[in-house]
């Protein structure tokens, strides 16, 4: 019994680094190319207007590969919000395409949120939700579906998945929502648990926070294992506490989702092990951590 469940560790494990073999050969990831076939005809709005937007919807992937029907109405209330708007609508652009790295990122992933809720005929136009907008809001809004991962094609694929949560904000509301811990003695922390927590959604905190830094890394971010000298975090085997350390315009973060209860982000300097988790208002820094 022993040898077969050895074995069965063995084959997930060359799986799980087949998988991000094919994920990280390249290291980071390369922007998406715009698409370069037919737009929409009012398309010519927003390319005469705001010609980084055009850019950016076209390197969304749910058009790579050619615009149908669906996603041509699906542009089309985009296009109708902007001209109803477009100071509203530029000034969220303008906040949504400093989520991640431009340089790195292969598209801006809160502008595919955008799209998808055009995608879901969620985007009414007498409920414009980029007035008083916020990334919170947005993803609230557009990623409402994450708990059903198990039936839901947007989610399911590793690849797809890491693709876009190509910013330490996204990562962090996804894992608060979806990954959850759970202590499993005789698990590594290596860069292949990052597909392991993916498949199981959940981990001990080596193995989350092996997950949260392949992404940052994938990303293009800074981002290192960092360890907690703190006895009462300790693993029931006497391990310390695991967590991400990554940097944003030159400052130091933690990001510390492998607990009981989620730390989320905080400042490298205010990072207390020991105190209560819900002191801390995790969005509220996320603005902090838009590139400059």
């Not at 992937?61 to 669906?70: A, D, L, M, R, V």
């Not at 395409?97 to 955008?114: D, H, I, N, S, W």
């Not at 409920?127 to 609230?140: F, Q």
């Not at 926070?209 to 975090?233: M, N, S, W």
């Amino acid at each position: 019994m022993k040898n077969a469940s050895n074995k069965f560790a063995a084959i997930i494990f060359i799986l799980a680094l087949f998988i991000l073999k094919g994920c990280a050969s390249l290291g980071p990831s390369v922007p998406n190319q715009p698409y370069g076939g037919t737009y929409p005809e009012k398309f010519e709005v927003i390319k005469k207007n705001n010609p980084l937007l055009a850019t950016e919807l076209g390197r969304l992937p749910e058009i790579q590969h050619g615009i149908s029907k669906t996603d041509q109405v699906a542009m089309n209330q985009i296009i109708d919000l902007y001209i109803q708007d477009p100071l509203v609508f530029d000034k969220a652009f303008k906040r949504m395409y400093k989520v991640g790295l431009p340089e790195v990122r292969k598209y801006c992933t809160p502008l595919q949120a955008l799209f998808w809720l055009s995608q879901d005929g969620k985007l009414a136009s007498a409920k414009n939700p980029l007035k008083n907008y916020t990334l919170k809001s947005l993803l609230d809004l557009a990623w409402n579906d994450l708990h059903s991962w198990t039936d839901n094609d947007r989610w399911k694929d590793f690849k797809i998945v890491v693709d876009r949560l190509n910013s330490p904000q996204l990562l962090d509301y996804y894992e608060r929502r979806v990954i959850r811990y759970q202590y499993l003695p005789g698990y590594g922390e290596g860069p292949e648990e990052a597909w392991t927590v993916f498949n199981n959604k959940y981990g001990h905190c080596a193995q989350i926070t092996a997950f949260t830094v392949y992404i940052l890394q994938k990303a293009g971010y800074k981002a290192e294992r960092h360890i907690i000298d703190e006895p009462k975090l300790r693993s029931p085997k006497g391990n310390d506490h695991r967590v991400c350390l990554f940097i944003v315009n030159e400052k130091r973060y933690i990001m510390d989702n492998g607990r009981m209860r989620p730390y989320g982000i905080i400042r490298f300097e205010d990072y207390k092990p020991m105190e209560h988790a819900y002191q801390f208002h995790y969005y509220k820094i996320w603005n902090e951590l838009s590139v400059d």
